[in-house]
């Protein structure tokens, strides 16, 4: 495929984009922006949630990934489902009761200023580093099979897809962003599945003959015993719930589409829904990396260094025009909504939790929409920077990192509601960021040398929970004598 068929592939999705986009941000206002004016359709929402929550990332470190993890990340992966169970019938309740625009708000009521802004800023630096490595990636795909052959720059490259995100954004916020999903998760899936199919075409394998190359395969695998794997079955688990309770439930960019429908009803209805589907969604991406394994063993094709170049290799290089079209569409399918997302709750955070938008009522509705441009532009320079910036450290699959850097930075957050919703006590406010700021380091430490200490045990994703149970305990080191609730 030539770099300016690809460009033109990418361009036209992008003017589709912007037809919805045009349709949907009309008569926007903040409200509209930060809640879709609290009218989602439950069901439109879990459809688009399903692109939101695999992103770029999902769709090329996920089948590269099998040849390191096999399908143990299929543990992970139910254990999504128990993540979704605590989302749905405990933190979707309790947004509902509070009404909340902002998730963190409940951190003010429950604590007190410090530890809310203490949460908020804990988010925005998640979100910035998790949006940034799912932009990154797709951007460098780009810019490998399209831009560098026109000489283009890498930070042009990232520029150009900031901007797209921008503008789509701008107005219509989760309003607009709700409907886009919806485009992008339909082209991402068909993607995965036409991908799926012209490779079995390739091998010669009709269904039956798909099914048993996977299962016989040396991929298929699910669950490790050895407990100081880090693909053991019971803390791939475990992490896959925690994971889905902080990245999901603690999480204002999927909190945010959750909170515009009608009700708590259709927002439980919603995450049901979606839960059951990712985890399909999920296990289809992994046969896609089986299926690409064995073509590129069957044709004699050397693997690239970097497990995340296996798909983009092959669907652009060796599967033929059709292919390469369809990864290509389904790639930015796939990319578009964590990014579009990551930027709208952002915005919404910043001006809700820190500036404090909604609290003063010496705003004016103008006054508030020019505040929140001018955030949503800061974000869109930010995240710029950061994948500019992220440029020289690809030196693993892209999903490890993000997980990993979530669990860092993601673990206060949990630690916080945690002790908000199952303990009574409050907390001396001021020092609460201290323990925020101490959890994550003291985690690094016990991550750094864990091997030593614990007789060669090996973090994996589990981190996260070790980093909130550490939050927790600081917490409840500062606990008050009083009990209060909110």
């Known amino acids: 495929m030539s770099a300016s068929f690809i460009f033109t592939c990418v361009a036209a999705y992008s003017v589709l984009l912007f037809v919805i986009t045009w349709l949907t941000s009309r008569n926007s206002n903040n ?16 459809y688009g949630m399903i692109g939101a929550s695999l992103s770029g990332v999902t769709f090329i470190s996920v089948p590269g990934w099998v040849n390191q993890t096999q399908f143990s990340y299929l543990m992970v992966v139910l254990g999504y489902l128990a993540g979704y169970l605590v989302i749905a019938t405990v933190l979707l309740p309790l947004y509902y009761r509070l009404n909340l625009t902002s998730i963190y708000a409940y951190l003010d009521q429950r604590f007190g200023f410090y530890t809310y802004q203490s949460g908020a800023f804990f988010f925005i630096l998640s979100r910035v580093i998790g949006a940034s490595f799912r932009m990154f990636l797709v951007v460098s795909v780009l810019q490998t099979f399209v831009f560098q052959s026109w000489g283009v720059p890498f930070y042009v490259t990232v520029l150009l897809f900031i901007a797209l995100i921008l503008l789509y954004t701008y107005e219509g916020g989760i309003k607009t962003i709700i409907w ?4 992008q998760t339909t082209f991402m899936l068909l993607g995965v599945i036409i991908s799926v199919y012209i490779i079995s075409n390739e091998l010669g394998y009709h269904f039956s003959d798909l099914v048993k190359t996977i299962k016989e395969s040396n991929y298929s695998q699910v669950i490790f015993t050895d407990v100081n794997d880090k693909r053991f079955f019971l803390k791939q688990f475990l992490s896959g719930m925690f994971i889905t309770i902080t990245m999901t439930g603690l999480d204002q960019e999927m909190m945010q589409k ?62 033929g025009k059709f292919a390469g ?3 290509i569409i389904g ?3 796939a990319a578009y909504p964590s990014a579009d997302g990551a930027l709208t709750s952002l ?6 939790d820190i500036l404090g938008i909604n609290r003063n009522e010496n705003l004016s509705e103008k006054k508030r929409i020019s505040l929140r441009h001018l955030v ?26 993000l997980f990993t850097v979530a669990g860092y930075t993601y673990g206060p957050l949990l630690g916080l509601y945690a002790f908000g919703l199952f303990t009574k006590h409050a907390v001396k406010d ?19 040398n864990s091997q030593q200490w614990f007789n060669g045990y090996k973090f994996g994703f589990e981190l996260l929970i070790v980093n909130g149970f550490i939050t927790f305990i600081g917490l409840l080191i500062l606990r008050k004598i009083k009990k209060e609730t909110i």
């Open 347 to 352: 915005t919404t955070s910043f001006c809700v």
């Open 430 to 448: 001021k020092l609460v960021p201290i323990v925020c700021i101490l959890s994550p380091i003291l985690c690094y430490i016990i991550n750094y």
């Open 31 to 46: 409200q509209s922006y930060f809640l879709g004016n609290k009218s989602s359709p439950w069901y439109i929402i879990a």
């Open 331 to 333: 790639l930015i399918s």
């Open 325 to 327: 079209i369809v990864f």
């Open 180 to 183: 886009t999903d919806t485009l």
């Open 258 to 319: 959750n909170l515009s429908c009608k009700s708590l009803k259709d927002a439980q209805k919603n995450m049901f829904s979606f839960s059951i589907v990712l985890v399909l969604v999920n296990f289809l991406f992994l046969c896609l990396g089986v299926v690409l394994y064995q073509y590129a063993q069957r044709k004699g094709i050397a693997l690239p260094a970097n497990s995340d170049e296996l798909f983009p290799t092959l669907a652009i290089n060796y599967l």
């Open 376 to 401: 949503h532009i800061g974000f869109a320079l930010l995240l710029f920077g950061v994948i500019v910036l992220f440029k020289s450290i690809n030196d693993q699959a892209v999903v490890g990192k």
